[in-house]
Nanobody, 119 residues
């Protein structure tokens, strides 16, 4: 079984920064894409950023220039640096990984971490 554990959320003032981490564990053979999604109250979950196993990245227009996704494949970990935060960034942030394990290839989700931007 594969598990994803997120950390790094919290309360931050507008203009502040946070760094989210998501570490995968279990019978992992390889990981393809790693991504971050978010879901604000009353809204659908949306893609924030994604990084492939080759290092190619893609961002939602709303976070371009403010957020940075990175991965450490040796540690099965993906990071999201959030800068210049504003109240519209308030949401539960989820990581997702496309994992090849001993039982095959599947997508796995983290439990979510709350990011609240407020003064």
């Amino acid at each position: 079984q594969v598990q994803l554990v997120e950390s790094g959320g919290g309360l931050v003032q507008p203009g502040g920064s946070l760094r989210l981490s998501c570490a995968a564990s279990g019978s992992i053979l390889s990981i393809y894409a790693m991504g971050w999604y978010r879901q604000a109250p009353g809204k659908q979950r949306e893609l924030v950023a994604i990084i492939t196993n080759l290092g190619t990245t893609n961002y939602a227009d709303s976070v371009k220039g403010r957020f940075t996704i990175a991965r450490d494949s040796a540690k099965s970990t993906v990071y999201l640096q959030l800068n210049s935060l504003n109240p519209e960034d308030t949401a539960v942030y989820y990581c997702e990984m496309d994992v090849v394990s001993l039982i095959g290839r599947s997508g796995y989700w983290g439990q979510g971490t709350q990011v609240t931007v407020s003064s």
